[in-house]
């Protein structure tokens, strides 16, 4: 049971919130009370102490970027993705993820995906979509691969895998713990993804179109790390154990590229959102 293996890594506070939120049938999940959790199943991953499945995340590596036309520098860092061998290696653009989502999914899912009014946004919303059906691993087009053995992250346990990144919401709080949308590995039709993406749908419908959403909370980390959470509870809620584990070391296989063109401009999301 998940909550059997964490409960060495929780306080006692700690332990009690989560059994009574799985408990709970109006659920109030937020960062703060993400961290605690996020905490836990990473100190458990570094201590090896992982459930064990039998599924096995497809060795194929998703990337995007909005336009057809790919700006060279990011290329670059997708191409250091496609020279690794044994692996498929698929780009959609805009027009095909749409078509993507047109084809799999309903009318509201596609709606959802038109109003995203960011390439960003509409890059988290397809890797939800895309994942759920294929499975695989999403990259950013701005990551280059260093060189490390990426096979680890593909092993036989098929755990959903993320990394965790920690923020501050004010300088006077402590830094709280959420999980990054990038990467993702997970297998097809995996709990997760399913949450995230019906989350981030019935939001966009609900908001309608706007200039401005925020990204982070509707189609971005926010998102996934409160579907991680919800289906955690859940896990906790029926007994069974939770098949995810955060990933550790993800800098020595991949970096971030600075100083792009496109970083400088609105197309970066961060710029969008200041």
């Given at each position: 049971?998940?909550?059997?293996?964490?409960?060495?890594?929780?306080?006692?506070?700690?332990?009690?919130?989560?059994?009574?939120?799985?408990?709970?049938?109006?659920?109030?999940?937020?960062?703060?009370?993400?961290?605690?959790?996020?905490?836990?199943?990473?100190?458990?991953?570094?201590?090896?102490?992982?459930?064990?499945?039998?599924?096995?995340?497809?060795?194929?590596?998703?990337?995007?970027?909005?336009?057809?036309s790919i700006p060279a520098d990011v290329r670059n860092c997708m191409a250091t993705w496609q020279a690794i061998p044994d692996f498929d290696h698929v780009i959609f653009d805009e027009p095909q993820a749409r078509e993507f989502i047109k084809a799999e999914y309903d009318a509201r899912h596609l709606e959802a995906f038109d109003l995203c009014n960011h390439p960003a946004m509409k890059s988290?919303?397809?890797?939800?979509?895309?994942?759920?059906?294929?499975?695989?691993?999403?990259?950013?087009?701005?990551?280059?691969?260093?060189?490390?053995?990426?096979?680890?992250?593909?092993?036989?346990?098929?755990?959903?895998?993320?990394?965790?990144?920690?923020?501050?919401?004010?300088?006077?709080?402590?830094?709280?713990?959420?999980?990054?949308?990038?990467?993702?590995?997970?297998?097809?039709?995996?709990?997760?993804?399913?949450?995230?993406?019906?989350?981030?749908?019935?939001?966009?419908?609900?908001?309608?179109?706007?200039?401005?959403?925020?990204?982070?909370?509707?189609?971005?980390?926010?998102?996934?790390?409160?579907?991680?959470?919800?289906?955690?509870?859940?896990?906790?809620?029926?007994?069974?154990?939770?098949?995810?584990?955060?990933?550790?070391?993800?800098?020595?296989?991949?970096?971030?590229?600075?100083?792009?063109?496109?970083?400088?401009?609105?197309?970066?999301?961060?710029?969008?959102?200041?």
């Open positions: 049971m998940l909550i059997d293996r964490l409960r060495v890594y929780l306080s006692d506070r700690e332990f009690s919130r989560i059994v009574a939120e799985a408990g709970s049938p109006q659920r109030r999940i937020s960062a703060s009370i993400i961290s605690p959790l996020c905490r836990a199943l990473e100190r458990a991953a570094i201590d090896g102490n992982l459930p064990k499945s039998q599924e096995k995340i497809p060795r194929r590596i998703l990337q995007f970027w909005d336009q057809q988290d919303l397809f890797r939800l979509a895309y994942l759920y059906r294929h499975g695989g691993v999403y990259i950013d087009a701005d990551d280059a691969y260093q060189g490390s053995n990426i096979n680890q992250l593909f092993g036989e346990d098929g755990l959903f895998r993320l990394r965790s990144v920690s923020f501050k919401r004010s300088p006077t709080e402590p830094p709280a713990s959420i999980y990054n949308n990038n990467p993702i590995f997970c297998v097809a039709n995996d709990e997760i993804i399913r949450k995230a993406l019906e989350r981030a749908t019935t939001i966009m419908l609900s908001l309608g179109k706007r200039e401005f959403y925020n990204m982070l909370v509707i189609t971005g980390p926010l998102n996934l790390s409160i579907a991680v959470y919800a289906a955690a509870l859940d896990c906790v809620a029926s007994g069974e154990d939770f098949r995810f584990c955060p990933i550790i070391g993800w800098d020595d296989v991949a970096k971030k590229t600075g100083n792009m063109e496109y970083q400088k401009t609105a197309r970066n999301w961060r710029t969008a959102q200041a």
